[in-house]
T-cell receptor, first 111, second 116 residues
Framework: DAKTTQPPSMDCAEGRAANLPCNHSTISGNEYVYWYRQIHSQGPQYITHGLKNNETNEMASLIITEDRKSSTLILPHATLRDTAVYYCIVVAASNTGKLIFGQGTTLQVKP | EAGVAQSPRYKIIEKRQSVAFWCNPISGHATLYWYQQILGQGPKLLIQFQNNGVVDDSQLPKDRFSAERLKGVDSTLKIQPAKLEDSAVYLC??????????????FGPGTRLTVL
């Protein structure tokens, strides 16, 4: 599975959009981009995933560049409860389901 | 819908002792995962079950760790004997299916193990 690179930490003001970048320059055609987050003292939580097209759900929007080498997870109106570690993970379509977590980005939402 | 249940939530043992963790996945989920999360790191997969068969245990330290999933539902993870470096949070996750881009895993709250 392709490796991802994320900034170790980011700050965001409450109510503003949080834009979390992820670089996956070695991604191949059959690999998906998944995002999970982990709030302190809880297990990781699935947010969204995509292959080529942008995806939006009630939690966030996922924007994947046309060349698929990078993506951005957007939390449109961040709240204090969005403070968490966000993981960007690339998963092959033929994968057994195994998730390989990196260090992720620690997002701190400030009042 | 009930989530993934784990017990105990916390466990403190001395090195060389044994310990066991229990996981009850979401009803109907065929795939079950055990992850180890050391402080400051992302979770690392230890073992994956599909129903009651092992799919991947390449990262499981088999000299001291064992896991089973009887009847394809509940699972237990055991460490015997424990070492100081086993101090971590042990996370259980389950998913409806695995592979082919469908990979929404549901995680339990984890068991925090401290080895003294």
């Amino acid at each position: 599975d392709a490796k991802t690179t994320q900034p170790p930490s980011m700050d965001c003001a409450e109510g503003r959009a949080a834009n979390l970048p992820c670089n996956h320059s070695t991604i191949s055609g059959n690999e998906y981009v998944y995002w999970y987050r982990q709030i302190h003292s809880q297990g990781p939580q699935y947010i969204t995933h995509g292959l080529k097209n942008n995806e939006t759900n009630e939690m966030a929007s996922l924007i994947i560049t046309e060349d698929r080498k990078s993506s951005t997870l957007i939390l449109p109106h961040a709240t204090l409860r969005d403070t968490a570690v966000y993981y960007c993970i690339v998963v092959a379509a033929s994968n057994t389901g195994k998730l390989i977590f990196g260090q992720g980005t620690t997002l701190q939402v400030k009042p | 819908e009930a989530g993934v249940a784990q017990s105990p939530r916390y466990k403190i043992i001395e090195k060389r002792q044994s310990v066991a963790f229990w996981c009850n996945p979401i009803s109907g989920h065929a795939t079950l995962y055990w992850y180890q999360q050391i402080l400051g790191q992302g979770p690392k997969l230890l073992i994956q079950f599909q129903n009651n068969g092992v799919v991947d245990d390449s990262q499981l330290p088999k000299d001291r760790f064992s896991a089973e999933r009887l009847k394809g539902v509940d699972s237990t993870l055991k460490i015997q004997p424990a070492k100081l470096e086993d101090s971590a949070v042990y996370l259980c996750a389950s998913s409806l299916v695995a592979g082919w881009g469908i990979n929404e895993q549901f995680f339990g709250p984890g068991t925090r193990l401290t080895v003294l």
